[in-house]
């Protein structure tokens, strides 16, 4: 989850003027790598060596 202070700092780096969907769709990735860096402090990620052995599940 993303907090305002967060928010108000990438909303000034907006351009004057935008549209409603390019606001919602920076707000997504803006929560998708706040999410993400949340999962690698908390240490819930996996090896290159262990994601290398998933993808290749995928293809079998």
Known sequence: MITKTKLKEHIENFP?????DELIERLILIEK???GNQQSENGKTISELDL???IQKWFK
């Open 52 to 54: 290398d052995k998933e």
């Open 33 to 35: 790598i706040e999410l």
């Open 16 to 20: 004057d003027e935008f549209s409603l």
